[in-house]
């Protein structure tokens, strides 16, 4: 495992950018990395725009989340919020130096649970608080689209894992299906996860 993790950290090392978006739907590991390259003006706008223009060939993004500022964070989710085509998020916080995470992160998903179109939803490497994961109970529990969940090392615990039954609870309740796949790898759960 800490082979994948080294792979995954040099990986994200080499890479400049903190964004990527695919138009192809046929791959699992076909992300493009967001903002993408900076242009000559030090804006990721090509990328940023597609998301927030709704682009219909953008199903695909992958965050690298740990460089984001303040600002990029609020404003990825607002664009994810709106679009309407997106199917596929994955953010990674690898390498994670954010001044207050929790803030960032609040931004971020008090905007992305207004969309309906994701149907996978990945986080890696978050160090999830009960309260910051409260905030995205909501769109767990109504994006009736997601079919799949990640939160692969993310620090679930048993007050996380509580939070994330309830919020598939209120699913079946608003008459949406389950979600086909959860995958919580490498989380301390213990016997809560049994």
Known sequence: MMDDSRRQNER???????????????????????????DEDGDYGDVCAKIEGNDPTLLKLSVSGAYLSRSEWTSLGRGIGNNTNMKKLSVDMAGDDMDDPDENL???????????????????RFCFSSTWFANLCPFLAENASLTSLKLFDCYVDAEIL?????????????????????????????????
């Open 12 to 38: 994200n090392d080499d890479d400049e950018s903190n964004f990527s978006y695919e138009s192809s739907d046929d791959e699992e590991d076909d992300y493009v990395p967001y903002p993408g390259d900076e």
């Open 106 to 124: 609040d931004r971020f998903v008090g905007r992305l649970c207004c969309n309906r179109s994701l149907t996978r939803l990945s986080f890696d």
């Open 162 to 194: 509580h939070a994330l039954n309830d919020a598939l609870s209120r699913r079946r309740a608003h008459s949406l299906r389950g979600l086909g796949k959860i995958n919580l790898q490498e989380n301390e759960i213990g016997n809560q996860g049994c």
